[in-house]
């Protein structure tokens, strides 16, 4: 279930699905055992660098995982919706201006360092400068298309600022699928619990013993009290 968003939380290391199979003689007859595990190469390959375990049953994580997104979704569906969506537009308000501030920061860096170079252009025609003329022009050109990049991101972020109208019309609908996974997510088949998982979960780290800390994304936390946990963690039974 967890396929390219399990990680070793000792190394860092992404875990892989590991497919096993065995072949017992018993007083019936023989009998196959199968079962799969996630398995960190790091550790394998180079055990020094890793303190965690080579191999983790996958059943058992998977298991503690769906454990966990339950109780997240509990919270996503007992939550009165307009805090849900009170939480949410200022989650996306703050993003939203963190960037734009950012953005215009990065013009303004790209405009002084534009406008340095030109001075330093002066200078050198007057012979107060070491920098040639030539070196001069071509950092110049470099800095104007830094300054052309950076104006243009601002534009770009600028122009997808939504109304409040529009950003509560897509909040909401986001809410409302949230629930509807919610309430499918034990009987899914397999590949549609995947896709949800995915949806929702940024990432899982499996420390030795099976300790296990599951980080949900930005868009799934979302929903609840800004200042709420970002992961959790549990042992896995």
């Not at 849900?84 to 308000?93: D, F, L, V």
């Not at 963190?98 to 050198?124: F, G, H, N, P, R």
């Not at 298309?145 to 986001?174: G, V």
């Not at 990432?203 to 709420?228: C, M």
């Amino acid at each position: 279930l967890l396929t390219g968003m399990i990680y070793c939380g000792e190394c860092g290391e992404r875990l892989t699905i590991n497919h096993c199979r065995k072949v017992t003689d018993t007083q019936e007859g023989q009998r196959e055992y199968r079962w799969s595990v996630y398995r960190c190469y790091r550790k394998i390959n180079s055990r020094k660098t890793c303190t965690g375990q080579s191999t983790y049953n996958a059943k058992r994580i998977d298991e503690a995982v769906l454990s966990i997104v339950r109780s997240f979704f509990a919270r996503i569906t007992t939550l009165p919706e307009a805090a849900q969506m009170q939480a949410a537009m200022q989650r996306e308000n703050l993003i939203q201006e963190k960037a734009i501030q950012t953005a215009e920061d990065d013009v303004e860096k790209a405009t002084k360092a534009l406008s340095a170079l030109e001075d330093e252009a002066l200078k050198t025609l007057s012979g107060e400068s070491k920098l040639t003329l030539d070196t001069i022009s071509k950092l110049i050109e470099k800095q104007k298309a830094k300054q052309t990049d950076a104006r243009m991101k601002l534009q770009a972020l600028l122009e997808e600022k939504q109304t409040d109208d529009e950003k509560f019309k897509a909040k909401q609908e986001q809410l409302q699928r949230t629930k509807e996974w919610a309430q499918i997510l034990d009987i899914a088949t397999p590949p549609r619990k995947q896709m949800i998982l995915a949806e929702i979960i940024d990432r899982v780290e499996v420390r030795r013993g099976y300790e296990i800390t599951v980080k949900f994304k930005l868009t799934a936390q979302q929903f609840l009290d800004p200042n709420s946990f970002e992961a959790i963690s549990k042992i896995a039974s």
